[in-house]
């Protein structure tokens, strides 16, 4: 798909944030205190994640963005024999209490002449259901994305949803008159009962996916006005990442090669 020149648009995306902490290595032996592997550490690396990764992949579109996030620290550390790009074990630092909630009076009532909001939920506590409501209710005349891990969406009419397969499953309350996408890892994304597939690829990590597909997703929409069109882009945008390892921000030179380049 060949993509012209396009405007500029603005977006505010509210959502939780972390550092995605990688720590690459070589395990050569056991430990003798116990059966576990001993990692001979390498090199680190240290990515943004969650709502960030979002921004950063936005941004890649040109989209201007206007973020809000959590101000505590989170952090998700990834061990990794790098050898065989083999995750051993996954530890978070940051997650014994909620976030605290947005002060949605002084920190989003002011803003406006949005194209799009996006909300980035990863139900860590920055977003609760009072804040959603008067976020869904002020930005009610733009495209509200939302990409959640909450099982009550009551408050969310009239939002373009995205979940995952597993997500969906464990939902208890729906919204009135939303637009729902779920994405289904390699076979793509249903919508309004259709599957829509995606390119078949090989995967080194889906770690970042949907959060790459919500901003392909999101750039999508605002070009064409249309949802179809947007899961093709947000499509195309996953299988292309989860051919990389870790956390994946998609560059000028991928979006060329995805004919995607604006």
């Known amino acids: 798909m060949d993509i012209p020149q396009r405007k500029s648009w603005k977006v505010l995306l ?3 944030h972390c ?4 720590h690459y290595g070589i395990c050569e032996r056991l430990s003798p205190e116990a059966p576990v592997p001993i990692l001979k550490q ?6 943004q994640g969650m709502s960030s990764n979002v921004k950063n992949n936005l941004q890649s579109f040109g989209i201007k963005v206007h973020h809000e996030k959590n101000d505590q620290a989170l952090e998700k550390h990834r061990i990794i024999d790098s050898r065989y790009n083999q995750h051993l074990i996954r530890f978070d630092i940051g997650e014994n209490h909620l976030l605290d909630e947005i002060n949605f009076d002084k920190r989003i009532k002011k803003v406006k002449n949005v194209d799009a909001v996006v909300l980035s939920d990863y139900n860590k506590g920055l977003l609760r259901y009072g804040s959603l409501e008067k976020i869904c209710k002020k930005f009610k005349d733009v495209p509200v994305f939302v990409d959640t891990k909450k099982t009550d969406l009551s408050c969310l ?8 397969e597993k997500e969906s499953q464990l939902l208890k309350k729906m919204p009135i008159e939303s637009d729902f996408i779920i994405t289904l890892g390699s ?3 249903l919508y309004n009962h259709r599957v829509y597939s995606t390119i078949e690829t090989e995967v ?3 770690c970042g996916a949907g959060d ?6 999101v750039f999508g929409y605002l070009k064409f ?3 179809e069109k947007a899961i093709e882009i947000g499509n195309k945008c996953a299988s292309f990442s989860v051919s990389k390892m870790g956390t994946y921000v998609m560059t000028k030179e991928d979006l060329r090669k995805l004919n995607l380049f604006t």
Request: glycine fraction near 12%.
């Open 14 to 16: 509210i959502g939780d």
């Open 19 to 22: 550092l995605d902490i990688y």
């Open 42 to 47: 390498q090199r680190v690396e240290v990515k």
């Open 157 to 164: 009419s009239g939002c373009i949803i995205k979940l995952n």
């Open 187 to 189: 076979k793509g994304a």
């Open 204 to 206: 080194f990590d889906v």
């Open 212 to 217: 790459v597909f919500l901003s392909g997703l």
């Open 225 to 227: 006005k249309d949802i």
